[in-house]
């Protein structure tokens, strides 16, 4: 059974930063893609952001140019570094790790609420 277990979030002012991070039971290198997702009230899950293990990136367009994934091979860590917060991030963020076969596992997730 693998865990992913996030943390970082809390309560920013907007215009903050946060960093999330995501520790994983085993090499994040099993995994074809890692991620974060978030999932605001009365809202669906949508993805934030993605990097492959050749470490190729994707955003969302609401959040392009304002958070970096990352990730350490070596730590078994993956990151999500948010700068520019507004209320509209405000959401629980989830981690995310996709197998090659597309199994995914998921994090219990961790709130991230933006001030205005």
């Known amino acids: 059974q693998v865990e992913l277990v996030e943390s970082g979030g809390g309560l920013v002012q907007a215009g903050g930063s946060l960093r999330l991070s995501c520790a994983a039971s085993?090499?994040?290198?099993?995994?074809?893609?890692m991620g974060w997702y978030r999932q605001a009230p009365g809202k669906q899950r949508e993805l934030v952001a993605t990097?492959?293990?050749?470490?190729?990136?994707n955003y969302v367009d609401s959040v392009r140019g304002r958070f970096i994934i990352s990730r350490d091979n070596a730590a078994d860590m993956v990151y999500l570094q948010m700068n520019g917060l507004k209320p509209e991030d405000t959401a629980v963020y989830f981690c995310?790790?996709?197998?090659?076969?597309?199994?995914?596992?998921w994090g219990q997730g961790t709130q991230v609420t933006v001030s205005s």
């Open positions: 995310n790790g996709r197998t090659i076969f597309q199994r995914e596992y």
């Open positions: 085993r090499s994040i290198r099993s995994f074809n893609s």
């Open positions: 990097i492959t293990r050749g470490d190729n990136t």
